[in-house]
């Protein structure tokens, strides 16, 4: 059974860079397609980034393009998600989430197993 952790998140100034972690237990992270998901207060939750299993592919939402970029370490069983240049309205829960599918969406749906989230916080 696929666990789902995250870590990184915390206040940060406008301008700055976070790197928030997902790490995983119970199976390899490989051969599961891995989505960052982001859900402020009062919004829908919203797709931010995912890789492929194997890590062949990524996407990202266009509000991200350019500034967040995912990354996996198969030694580690972590992926990770770099942000830079925050905005205040990347201010959000974060969350990672596992599909064991090759290809990722940004769609929540196929996504069955979530971590708890982590809170970033864009304020100066």
């Known amino acids: 059974q696929l666990q789902l952790v995250e870590s990184g998140g915390g206040l940060v100034q406008p301008g700055g860079s976070l790197r928030l972690s997902c790490a995983a237990s119970?199976?390899?992270?490989?051969?599961?397609?891995i989505g960052w998901f982001r859900q402020a207060p009062g919004k829908e939750r919203e797709g931010v980034s995912c890789?492929?299993?194997?890590?062949?592919?990524?996407n990202y939402a266009d509000s991200v393009k350019g500034r967040f970029t995912v990354s996996r370490d198969n030694a580690k069983n972590t992926v990770y998600l770099q942000m830079n240049s925050l905005k205040p309205e990347d201010t959000a829960i974060y969350y990672c989430?596992?599909?064991?599918?090759?290809?990722?969406?940004?769609?929540?749906?196929?996504?069955?197993?979530w971590g708890q989230g982590t809170q970033v916080t864009v304020s100066s």
């Open positions: 890789m492929s299993s194997g890590g062949g592919s990524t």
């Open positions: 989430a596992g599909a064991p599918f090759k290809l990722c969406v940004l769609s929540s749906n196929p996504y069955d197993h």
């Open positions: 119970g199976v390899s992270l490989d051969v599961y397609a």
